[in-house]
C-alpha cells in the first residue's frame, strides 16, 4: 500500500515547525539547546522511518554527530558546541525541506488535478449536497462517479499516479465547494 501524502506533508510540518524553538534556545545559549537538537534529530528520524522514507538515516547520521562532537579548544567548547549544532541544524533543515518539499509538490499537483474534477462536476449538476446525508459517503459517490465515468477516468489515473485514494477523498472532502453543486 502507498504512503499517504497527506500525512508525510503534514508530520513534516509539524518538525520543520520546531525548528524555531532550536534556534531561540542556541541563541539564548541555553545549555539544553543541544539535548533539545537531539531530541528533535531523533523524532525526525523516527517519524519518517514510520512513514518508511529512506531519508531517515541522514537524521540517524547527524545524531550521531552530535552525540561524538569533540571540540578543537578545550577553553571554548560550549562555543564550539553551540556553533557545531547550528551548523547541524542547519544541513538537518535543508534535508527535511527536501524531503517536505518533493511530497508537497505531489500533493499540490494532485490538488490542481483535483480541482479540474471538481469544476466538470459542478458543471455535471449532477450531485446535490443534502446536509442530513453523510458527507464521507457524499464524497465516496463523487469519488465513483468520477472513476467510472467514461471521460473522467484518465484524469483520475493521473490522480492516483501522485497519491493514494484515501488522500484522494481527503482533499477531495477539502477542497470540494458544496454551493457550486
Known amino acids: 500500500?502507498?504512503?499517504?501524502?497527506t500525512k508525510i506533508v503534514s508530520n513534516i510540518e509539524l518538525q520543520l515547525g520546531k525548528i524555531s524553538n532550536i534556534v531561540n534556545l542556541l541563541e539564548k545559549k541555553s545549555s539544553t539547546s543541544t539535548a533539545t537538537?537531539?531530541?528533535?534529530?531523533?523524532?525526525?528520524?523516527e517519524m519518517l522511518q514510520q512513514l518508511s522514507i529512506p531519508e531517515s538515516s541522514q537524521f540517524a547520521v547527524k545524531r550521531g554527530e552530535l552525540t561524538t562532537f569533540l571540540p578543537d579548544d578545550s577553553r571554548n567548547k560550549r562555543k564550539e558546541l553551540s556553533r557545531f549544532s547550528a551548523s547541524l541544524l542547519t544541513g538537518a533543515q535543508e534535508n527535511l525541506w527536501d524531503v517536505y518539499q518533493k511530497h508537497k509538490e505531489?500533493?499540490?499537483?494532485?490538488?490542481?488535478?483535483?480541482h479540474q474534477l471538481l469544476h466538470i462536476i459542478y458543471q455535471t449538476k449532477q450531485f446535490k449536497y443534502d446536509p442530513k446525508e453523510d458527507f464521507t459517503l457524499f464524497i465516496h459517490q463523487i469519488w465513483g462517479f468520477c472513476t467510472s465515468h467514461e471521460q473522467?477516468?484518465?484524469?483520475?489515473?493521473?490522480i492516483l499516479s501522485l497519491i493514494n485514494k484515501t488522500d484522494v477523498l481527503l482533499v477531495l472532502?477539502?477542497?470540494?465547494?458544496?454551493?457550486?453543486?
Do not use: F, H, P
Open 1 to 5: 500500500m502507498r504512503k499517504s501524502t
Open 173 to 181: 472532502a477539502k477542497e470540494i465547494e458544496i454551493e457550486n453543486l
Open 152 to 158: 473522467l477516468k484518465a484524469l483520475t489515473v493521473q
Open 37 to 45: 537538537l537531539k531530541n528533535w534529530l531523533s523524532e525526525t528520524e
Open 106 to 114: 505531489k500533493l499540490d499537483n494532485a490538488t490542481q488535478l483535483i
